[in-house]
T-cell receptor, first 110, second 114 residues
Framework: KNEVEQSPQNLTAQEGEFITINCSYSVGISALHWLQQHPGGGIVSLFMLSSGKKKHGRLIATINIQEKHSSLHITASHPRDSAVYICAVRRNNAGNMLTFGGGTRLMVKP | SAVISQKPSRDICQRGTSLTIQCQVDSQVTMMFWYRQQPGQSLTLIATANQGSEATYESGFVIDKFPISRPNLTFSTLTVSNMSPEDSSIYLC???????????FGPGTRLTVL
């Protein structure tokens, strides 16, 4: 079993829909990252969380440390949100190294 | 934050040749990492580039295949040696600062080996 599991693997939505991507992990962590990868390959860091909730524009990320679970929400989705969203955790005592989930491929249709 | 550039952005190479990928950061950083992302897969850490000393490689990756240099705190190179089609991947440089959890990624180098 992978240490970081994401669901769903693929997601298709209509423009305007509310989207949720989930991430569960099985190890102790010091931080969790949500990353966005566009088709060109470059990766953008969306959020880094160690507790609670963060919001940036239409994106919201939450984490429940006790349940070892995080969610990324996109409100009023738009075709430009189409990308692969990757959850990555920084394990305790692993320095700055990240362990990655398999990614969720999101397509938002107009 | 840190702005990272990689060269080349993409390349198509012949089997048996080698390619060197450059990673340049706009400010001094403590940690530099090289990742590989094979088609349809998530990222896998190849190695941590250490300034002034040999890189630290993850299991399954060796220096002869992926030699890494890091001459200073803003620059690193990764060479993919004696390439085969299985090396076709996106190679990403990533940086962070000691004691800071934030990690920044470069735009990636998309490599195709024929």
């Amino acid at each position: 079993k992978n240490e970081v599991e994401q669901s769903p693997q693929n997601l298709t939505a209509q423009e305007g829909e509310f989207i949720t991507i989930n991430c569960s992990y099985s190890v102790g962590i010091s931080a969790l990252h949500w990353l966005q990868q566009h088709p060109g390959g470059g990766i953008v860091s969306l959020f880094m969380l160690s507790s609670g909730k963060k919001k940036h524009g239409r994106l919201i990320a939450t984490i429940n440390i006790q349940e070892k679970h995080s969610s990324l929400h996109i409100t009023a989705s738009h075709p430009r949100d189409s990308a692969v969203y990757i959850c990555a955790v920084r394990r305790n005592n692993a320095g700055n190294m990240l362990t990655f989930g398999g990614g969720t491929r999101l397509m938002v249709k107009p | 934050s840190a702005v990272i550039s990689q060269k080349p952005s993409r390349d198509i190479c012949q089997r048996g040749t080698s390619l060197t990928i450059q990673c340049q950061v706009d400010s001094q950083v403590t940690m530099m990492f090289w990742y590989r992302q094979q088609p349809g897969q998530s990222l896998t850490l190849i190695a941590t580039a250490n300034q002034g000393s040999e890189a630290t490689y993850e299991s399954g990756f060796v220096i002869d295949k992926f030699p890494i240099s890091r001459p200073n705190l803003t620059f690193s190179t990764l060479t993919v040696s004696n390439m085969s089609p299985e090396d076709s991947s996106i190679y990403l440089c990533s940086v962070s600062r000691q004691g800071a959890y934030e990690q920044f990624f470069g735009p990636g180098t998309r490599l195709t080996v024929l």
